[in-house]
């Protein structure tokens, strides 16, 4: 089975500066897929980002990007100009390849951000 | 496109009460997806159709939980007998076929006494 850790259950941040929140998974399967999710106070989760494990390059989005590292089974999210709106709990989230595997997804435990003005 | 709603947001019960939650994702999606959240952790995989046919449950779902989406467009997902280990936050959530984004709903928050 597959699990994924996030080690930092809480993150502060400057207004403007950069961030980064780590990721480690462990799997046996060589494709799959690799998310980041946002969930604001008393809302809806978001999809921030996805990585495809066969993709050498990293996926960006915006002020989002990540920095994945599959020997390392490693997928950390870098924020770049943090802003107030990007306070929220990120999850990181791993999805098999399988053809039925869809969006069955396998979450960490969560790493809240505060990003201080 | 008006997202995925859930319904009802909160719901409080007695132990060993029934109760059922509905989802109505977004129309064009054929996948719908059903997770759980307790305070503080990730969301777990609970279940998933595709259309109407129920493809997986995970082994998190005990026989008193029960989820159908008879004609393939909205959900229910029923507690039967609540225990207050049950107390969380369920999570409806829909995408088109394969690995295509999820979309989730509010939530519905359960509460258990």
């Known amino acids: 089975a597959q699990t994924v850790t996030q080690s930092q259950p809480e993150m502060s941040v400057q207004e403007a500066e950069t961030v980064t929140l780590s990721c480690t998974y462990d799997t046996s399967e060589s494709d799959y897929y690799l998310f980041w999710y946002k969930q604001p106070p008393s809302r809806q989760m978001i999809l921030v980002i996805r990585q495809e494990a066969y993709k050498q390059q990293n996926a960006t989005e915006n002020r989002f990007s990540v920095n994945f590292q599959k020997a390392a089974k490693s997928f950390s999210l870098k924020i770049s100009d943090s802003q107030l709106g990007d306070a929220a709990m990120y999850f990181c989230a791993y999805s098999s390849y399988l053809n039925n595997a869809g969006n069955m997804l396998t979450f960490g435990g969560g790493t809240r951000l505060m990003v201080k003005p | 496109d008006t997202g995925v709603s859930q319904d009802p947001r909160h719901k409080i019960t007695k132990r060993g009460q029934n109760v059922t939650f509905r989802c109505d994702p977004i129309s064009e999606h054929n996948r719908l997806y059903w997770y759980r959240q307790t305070l503080g952790q990730g969301p777990e995989f609970l279940t998933y159709?595709?259309?109407?046919?129920?493809?997986?449950k995970s082994r998190l779902l005990s026989d008193r939980f029960s989820a159908e989406r008879p004609k393939g467009s909205f959900s229910t997902l029923e507690i039967q007998r609540t225990e207050q280990g049950d107390s969380a936050m369920y999570l409806c959530?829909?995408?088109?076929?394969?690995?295509?984004?999820?979309?989730f709903g509010n939530g519905t928050r359960l509460t258990v006494t």
């Open positions: 959530a829909s995408s088109l076929q394969g690995n295509s984004p999820l979309h």
């Open positions: 159709f595709q259309n109407e046919a129920q493809l997986e």
